[in-house]
């Protein structure tokens, strides 16, 4: 009896060669636009550039497989951003420690709100995230005075060449980040728990799982992921911001959506949100080559991410 | 079509996927008839008065009104037509005022404050329907009907959730509406009621009408024996192995326990390696009491003692510590439909927090193999249990306990709208379980299950335990009778 030994399911692999070919295809388009872009280097900045909304998508892609979201997780970035480079003076370890403390303290109280007092976590994190901005806009100038750029170091883990082009330290961060995330959901009971209350949450419970204990640990993952996430934005930028990491908000949803995960939960992997962004990497690519006005582009950003949603929507039910 | 007659339903049928709620349904009502609706729960009255009010479609057949065939779009279609029910559950909207809700079915409030006072009842029409108490909502719901003074009234068990004074008052209107010609379909559960109100009785089983007679004195019989149909049993039926279950010490004891709506009073007790039956009509808080000893829900008062140990839960997880498991009465309760068979059967493994860590493999493999082989489950579509036949869930939800180990196993009509073959099997492994010495408490909607499978049975009616029935005792009309709320001598 070992018909159960691979459980990983046929429609799956489709669909995320579907993806693929998706990804494929707007690499080629792009490169025909501006040949430029078919080069090691230029993928090299693509890829690197990926890495901070990989991160973030991944912490969307386990609150979504519980049937959740984290709009909060644009300021959680920024602020743990902020809080590493306010902190730098006291040297980069400390820096990095305090601003894990704070991805822990608001993925906390997301997960224990959602998973103890029942709130609906859209309408939490929303909440969480004006209050965030509330707090760092006041925090500028009164207790979180002070350096407003990144340890030297971490600009370096942000942008530096790792051994060889395209190859580079942001790749190597998520790619680390990302493989350690592929375990925690494929191999660990944590994982089959984030996917078991997300598809029944009252059946996980009758089967004597302490949802609220799930739902804590994804929002805090999450949050970590986020505050990852954003020590590599405020690097790449150099110098961090309240508004640093908010273009990246509504990208980090889309990437989890167009890689298959379904928003109610209990179905998608990391994998398609891997494909999700490098697909929304390569689009923004190719909206910046085009010569024409911002809404224009944000036009086809918004037009073509809900023709993926569709048309991958299609395929699954297809198969 | 036959002119003289108010209502003719003709061989109405209809089906949900696989499940077949109504096989081939005739109904014949004259005008200025009570017509008694009489069939066990399933078997299909509610699907059939869905129908008839517009509700749902039928699959084929049709309906003749004064001998016009006639189809309602709506309830409100039906009421308008002249037909207009009462529903098993409230049919007001909790959140508005009386008001808007009658405002909603186009209902005269003249003529319905006529209809309540009536009654005798008073209400208040700015109340929120939410902060009305039950019977008053029901006595509303038929005040509601009556004022769009209909041709034919149905009442769909509107006497189960009424105090005696109020059941007369309803017998009463019924008696009333008879003379002025109308003609009313009830359904009843309470067979005292039917035998001294109703002129003519069909009764339903699996869909289909299977008698249909006059309702004079001593017809209890005949309704029971075609509410149960032929004493056909499953094709040799599990044989008992265990002789008797009298010396051993006691699992689980239930004092006084109340709850919920409608559980009120209950205790018993089961013994390591016993079968326990529990039979009830619906509504008696049989499930509530399940849920209670899975601790899903919080019991108002009473104790549980287990091993002698009094205990309280604060989550199923603290039963499932105790060895007990719960099989639901819904599957989708239980089940996660988007995933594996295997991650279905090995859930259990990651309750509490040391458990989230990596996952043995072979041991999960081993487990899940094992349940699978021991609960022959059909994996050939493994990778979501929502493509598994309703007998293969099932299986899954039982199998999770067998990999998990439990010492009483609670399960709520496990072989609800599962075929045959399956129903057998599910049979075998309660035999087989209580073989083992483990405990098992069966609530079952089909009575005949007792008998093949239980060793000892309790009857709950209106949330007491109306009978504690040994083996030899637990035919089909005892146990009928005693949730009938009628003494049976143990």
């Known amino acids: 009896m070992s018909t159960l030994k691979n459980f990983a399911t046929v429609k799956v692999s489709k669909s995320i060669w579907a993806l693929?070919?998706?990804?494929?295809?707007?690499?080629?388009?792009?490169?025909?636009?501006?040949?430029?872009?078919?080069?090691?280097?230029?993928?090299?900045?693509?890829?690197?550039?990926?890495?901070?909304?990989?991160?973030?998508?991944?912490?969307?892609?386990?609150?979504?497989?519980?049937?959740?979201?984290?709009?909060?997780?644009?300021?959680?970035?920024?602020?743990?951003?902020?809080?590493?480079?306010?902190?730098?003076?006291?040297?980069?370890?400390?820096?990095l420690l305090w601003g894990a403390l704070f991805c822990i303290l608001v993925g906390s109280i997301n997960g224990l709100a959602v998973g103890l007092f029942g709130m609906n976590p859209l309408i939490m994190t929303l909440g969480m995230n004006a209050v965030l901005i509330g707090v760092f806009t006041?925090?500028?100038?009164?207790?979180?005075?002070?350096?407003?750029?990144?340890?030297?170091?971490?600009?370096?883990?942000?942008?530096?060449?790792?051994?060889?082009?395209?190859?580079?330290?942001?790749?190597?961060?998520?790619?680390?980040?990302?493989?350690?995330?592929?375990?925690?959901?494929?191999?660990?009971?944590?994982?089959?728990?984030?996917?078991?209350?997300?598809?029944?949450?009252?059946?996980?419970?009758?089967?004597?799982?302490?949802?609220?204990?799930?739902?804590?640990?994804?929002?805090?993952?999450?949050?970590?992921?986020?505050?990852?996430?954003?020590?590599?934005?405020?690097?790449?930028?150099?110098?961090?911001?309240?508004?640093?990491?908010?273009?990246?908000?509504?990208?980090?949803?889309?990437?989890?959506?167009?890689?298959?995960?379904?928003?109610?939960?209990?179905?998608?992997?990391?994998?398609?949100?891997?494909?999700?962004?490098?697909?929304?990497?390569?689009?923004?690519?190719?909206?910046?080559t085009i010569n024409s006005s911002e809404a224009v582009k944000q036009m086809i950003y918004g037009a073509i991410i809900l023709t993926l949603a569709w048309t991958y929507s299609k395929i699954s039910q297809n198969s | 079509m036959t002119k003289d007659l108010l209502l003719e339903i003709n061989s109405v049928a209809k089906s949900y996927g696989p499940v077949v709620a109504l096989k081939n349904a005739n109904l014949s009502v004259r005008p200025g008839e009570i017509h008694a609706l009489l069939g066990a729960n399933g078997a299909g009255k509610s699907t059939l008065v869905k129908i008839l009010t517009g509700v749902i479609s039928s699959d084929t057949g049709y309906i003749?009104?004064?001998?016009?065939?006639?189809?309602?779009?709506?309830?409100?279609?039906?009421?308008?037509?002249?037909?207009?029910?009462?529903?098993?559950?409230?049919?007001?909207?909790?959140?508005?005022?009386?008001?808007?809700?009658?405002?909603?079915?186009?209902?005269?409030?003249?003529?319905?404050?006529?209809?309540?006072?009536?009654?005798?009842?008073?209400?208040?029409?700015?109340?929120?329907?939410?902060?009305?108490?039950?019977?008053?909502?029901?006595?509303?719901?038929?005040?509601?009907?009556?004022?769009?003074?209909?041709?034919?009234?149905?009442?769909?068990?509107?006497?189960?959730?009424?105090?005696?004074?109020?059941?007369?008052?309803?017998?009463?209107?019924?008696?009333?509406?008879?003379?002025?010609?109308?003609?009313?379909?009830?359904?009843?559960?309470?067979?005292?009621?039917?035998?001294?109100?109703?002129?003519?009785?069909?009764?339903?089983?699996?869909?289909?009408?299977?008698?249909?007679?006059?309702?004079?004195?001593?017809?209890?019989?005949?309704?029971?024996?075609?509410?149960?149909?032929?004493?056909?049993?499953?094709?040799?039926?599990?044989?008992?192995?265990?002789?008797?279950?009298?010396?051993?010490?006691?699992?689980?004891?239930?004092?006084?326990?109340?709850?919920?709506?409608?559980?009120?009073?209950?205790?018993?007790?089961?013994?390591?390696?016993?079968?326990?039956?529990?039979?009830?009509?619906?509504?008696?808080?049989?499930?509530?009491?399940?849920?209670?000893?899975?601790?899903?829900?919080?019991?108002?008062?009473?104790?549980?003692?287990?091993?002698?140990?009094?205990?309280?839960?604060?989550?199923?997880?603290?039963?499932i510590k105790l060895g007990i498991s719960y099989v639901p009465g819904d599957r989708k309760s239980a089940l996660m439909p988007q995933r594996s068979i295997r991650e279905n059967l090995a859930l259990t493994r990651f309750r509490g927090v040391r458990n989230w860590g990596r996952i043995k493999g072979k041991e999960e493999n081993r487990t899940v193999d094992n349940a699978v082989a021991s609960l022959e489950i059909d994996t050939r579509a493994k990778s979501q249990v929502k493509r598994l036949s309703g007998g293969n869930q099932q299986k899954v939800t039982i199998g999770r306990w067998v990999t998990t180990g439990f010492d009483l196993l609670l399960c709520f009509d496990p072989t609800r709208g599962i075929d045959v073959g399956t129903k057998q099997q599910i049979y075998e492994l309660i035999r087989k379980f209580a073989d083992e010495g483990k405990s098992v408490l069966l609530f079952t909607s089909e009575l005949r299950e007792i008998a093949l499978t239980c060793d000892r049975a309790i009857v709950i009616y209106e949330g007491k335990v109306q009978a504690n029935l040994e083996i030899e005792k637990c035919n089909e009309e005892n146990l009928m009778n005693a949730a009938h709320g009628l003494v049976v001598s143990s």
């Open chain 2, 64 to 319: 003749s009104l004064h001998g016009q065939k006639v189809q309602f779009s709506s309830p409100d279609d039906a009421r308008k037509n002249g037909v207009a029910p009462v529903f098993q559950d409230p049919a007001l909207i909790p959140d508005v005022s009386l008001q808007r809700n009658l405002a909603l079915t186009g209902t005269n409030e003249k003529r319905f404050l006529k209809e309540i006072e009536a009654m005798g009842l008073s209400v208040n029409l700015n109340e929120i329907a939410a902060n009305i108490e039950l019977p008053t909502l029901r006595m509303i719901d038929l005040a509601r009907a009556l004022s769009h003074d209909p041709e034919l009234l149905i009442l769909d068990e509107i006497t189960a959730a009424l105090p005696i004074d109020l059941a007369d008052k309803v017998i009463e209107i019924m008696n009333a509406q008879k003379e002025k010609g109308k003609s009313v379909i009830f359904i009843s559960h309470r067979l005292a009621e039917i035998e001294s109100i109703c002129d003519w009785a069909t009764v339903l089983r699996d869909g289909i009408d299977v008698d249909s007679f006059e309702a004079n004195k001593q017809i209890e019989d005949r309704i029971v024996s075609a509410m149960l149909g032929e004493k056909n049993n499953v094709a040799n039926a599990t044989r008992r192995t265990k002789q008797s279950s009298q010396d051993t010490e006691t699992l689980l004891e239930v004092v006084n326990l109340s709850g919920g709506k409608n559980l009120t009073d209950v205790s018993f007790e089961i013994k390591k390696g016993e079968v326990l039956g529990v039979a009830a009509l619906e509504g008696q808080g049989q499930d509530f009491l399940f849920e209670i000893l899975a601790g899903q829900s919080k019991p108002d008062s009473g104790e549980i003692l287990v091993n002698g140990q009094k205990i309280t839960f604060k989550h199923p997880a603290d039963a």
């Open chain 1, 20 to 95: 693929f070919g998706i990804l494929i295809g707007l690499f080629l388009l792009t490169s025909f636009i501006d040949p430029y872009f078919f080069s090691i280097p230029a993928v090299g900045v693509t890829l690197s550039l990926a890495a901070p909304l990989g991160l973030l998508a991944a912490g969307q892609t386990i609150c979504m497989l519980t049937g959740g979201i984290d709009l909060s997780i644009a300021m959680i970035a920024a602020g743990a951003a902020f809080i590493v480079s306010v902190k730098s003076p006291s040297g980069t370890a400390t820096a």
């Open chain 1, 138 to 288: 006041v925090g500028v100038t009164t207790f979180l005075k002070g350096s407003s750029s990144m340890p030297e170091i971490l600009v370096t883990a942000s942008n530096a060449t790792f051994l060889f082009d395209p190859f580079s330290w942001p790749l190597v961060i998520w790619a680390v980040i990302g493989g350690m995330l592929l375990f925690l959901l494929n191999k660990t009971g944590l994982g089959r728990l984030i996917y078991a209350i997300g598809d029944n949450a009252q059946a996980a419970r009758l089967a004597g799982v302490k949802v609220w204990q799930v739902q804590w640990a994804t929002y805090v993952i999450c949050a970590l992921l986020g505050g990852i996430g954003g020590v590599l934005i405020g690097g790449q930028s150099g110098a961090v911001a309240i508004s640093l990491a908010n273009p990246f908000l509504l990208p980090s949803v889309a990437a989890v959506v167009i890689g298959g995960t379904s928003i109610m939960g209990g179905i998608g992997n990391y994998t398609g949100t891997i494909l999700g962004t490098l697909i929304l990497t390569v689009l923004s690519y190719l909206l910046a």
